[in-house]
Antibody, heavy 115, light 109 residues
Framework: QVQLVQSGAEVKKPGASVKVSCKAS????????ISWVRQAPGQGLEWMGW????????NYAQKLQGRVTMTTDTSTSTAYMELRSLRSDDTAVYYC????????WGQGTLVTVSS | SYELTQPPSVSVSPGQTARITCSGD??????AYWYQQKSGQAPVLVIY???KRPSGIPERFSGSSSGTMATLTISGAQVEDEADYYC????????????FGGGTKLTVL
């Protein structure tokens, strides 16, 4: 069965970076892209960007350009999302989800940014 | 930037039909997708490509799209359908960037 398993919760100080992982299983990793979606406490879903697991092409949300980098490691079927220069409003649950239907989701990773 | 607009809340009694709308300028050219999210859980796909239902999703969930509006319809809503619902699509500018609607809280009581 298809599974996306994410890394554990993180607490970071403002200005730091965080890197969240998403390990895929149960399907051919390179046949689907991965999108990242975040949800601030009590707020809605926000699309952060997409990476092709086939060739590494990326497409980021305009508001995160320059602060976010998405990568994949096909040898371990793992996708990564790194967010830099963290601010308090980056506090959120971060999800990975399989393109293009978003039919499978990771369990979410809570990232807390606090001094 | 591109936006999708949903009503903040919809309320129905059990057994009634709930309709949740999603408006966006690119919807005539781009598919709409719908996700259900219950408290503390990851979202679940309930409708894709405007009107297709994934396996395992009850038949009472249906979708349609006309012009700049997509609609999620829950026919005979059940108490267990109470959740937040989000529409999703992409812009038509060539950037193919994704966007979610603001979400609609469905109350069934």
């Amino acid at each position: 069965q298809v599974q996306l398993v994410q890394s554990g919760a993180e607490v970071k100080k403002p200005g730091a970076s965080v890197k969240v992982s998403c390990k895929a299983s149960g399907y051919t990793f390179t046949s689907y892209g991965i999108s990242w979606v975040r949800q601030a406490p009590g707020q809605g879903l926000e699309w952060m960007g997409w990476i092709s697991a086939y060739n590494g092409n990326t497409n980021y949300a305009q508001k995160l350009q320059g602060r976010v980098t998405m990568t994949t490691d096909t040898s371990t079927s793992t996708a990564y999302m790194e967010l830099r220069s963290l601010r308090s409003d980056d506090t959120a649950v971060y999800y990975c989800t399989r393109e293009h239907l978003f039919d499978y989701w990771g369990q979410g990773t809570l990232v807390t940014v606090s001094s | 930037s591109y936006e999708l607009t949903q009503p903040p809340s919809v309320s129905v009694s059990p057994g009634q039909t709930a309709r949740i709308t999603c408006s966006g300028d690119a919807l005539p050219k781009k598919y709409a997708y719908w996700y259900q999210q219950k408290s503390g859980q990851a979202p679940v796909l309930v409708i894709y490509e405007d009107s297709k239902r994934p396996s395992g999703i009850p038949e009472r969930f249906s979708g349609s799209s006309s012009g700049t509006m997509a609609t999620l319809t829950i026919s005979g809503a059940q108490v267990e359908d109470e959740a937040d619902y989000y529409c999703y699509s992409t812009d038509s500018s060539g950037n193919h960037r994704g966007v979610f609607g603001g979400g609609t809280k469905l109350t069934v009581l």
